[in-house]
Structures are given as C-alpha cells and as structure tokens.
C-alpha cells in the first residue's frame, strides 16, 4: 500500500496530538530539542552502518528520522511538501561537483587553495 504525503502527515499529526507535543509543559515543539532528538536518530542510524546491523533495523532508523523532520514542519507550521517541491525544482537546476568525498549537488563553487 502506498501512501500520500499528506497521509504520512496525517499520521505524525495524530501521534503528536496523542501526546500532546505542543503543550508548554511537554516542551515538544521547542525546535532546539527536536534538533537534538534529530541529532541523535543519526547517530543511531550511522550505528547501523558502523556496527553492520541489518537492512530492517537501517529502514527503521530512517524511518525514525522521516517521522521527525515530519513533527519538524508541524511544529514550526511549515508546509513541508511545498517546501520540498520547491527545493527539488532548485536543486535539479545546480551542477554536480566532485568533491573529496564523491559527488555532490550545490551551488557551492569549489576555491583552488592556491587561490582563494
């Protein structure tokens, strides 16, 4: 079964209002916390790679970090499909540059360090 972006929002929309993350008293919608939170989904994630842990606990690592950045637009109202949407028509327009790590897609333009 597939599902709409809107569906998956819905759902973290519920889930935020089952514990009610934006009262004062739950501190869920303070964005430095949720950074933290977010901060820390990716250290659990990279542990999956570093300690050779399965596909399904991967998935759901990434899928812990899909449900946050979702919490993140609700908490700041933001309208993360349009933003997204925007973002996509942006980025397909940049160049890709190799850089020390592999490729790459910005607008960043590589300075020679013989001449900055």
């Known amino acids: 079964m597939s599902q709409s972006f809107a569906q998956m929002l819905e759902k973290v929309e519920d889930f935020h209002k089952k514990h009610n993350f934006a ?3 739950n ?9 933290l939170l977010t ?17 399904a606990e991967k998935a759901e690592e990434l899928a812990d970090i899909l449900i946050l950045i ?4 609700i908490a700041m109202d933001v309208n993360l499909e349009e933003a997204f949407n925007k973002k996509m028509e942006t980025i397909m327009k940049r160049p890709a540059i190799i850089g020390d790590f592999g490729i790459r897609i910005t607008d960043y333009e590589k300075k020679n360090s013989a001449n900055p």
């Open 23 to 25: 009262s004062e008293e």
């Open 27 to 35: 501190n869920g919608h303070d964005m430095s916390y949720r950074i």
């Open 39 to 55: 901060i820390e989904e990716l250290g659990e994630l990279a542990e999956c790679f570093t300690k050779g842990k399965s596909k």
């Open 70 to 73: 979702f919490g993140h637009a």
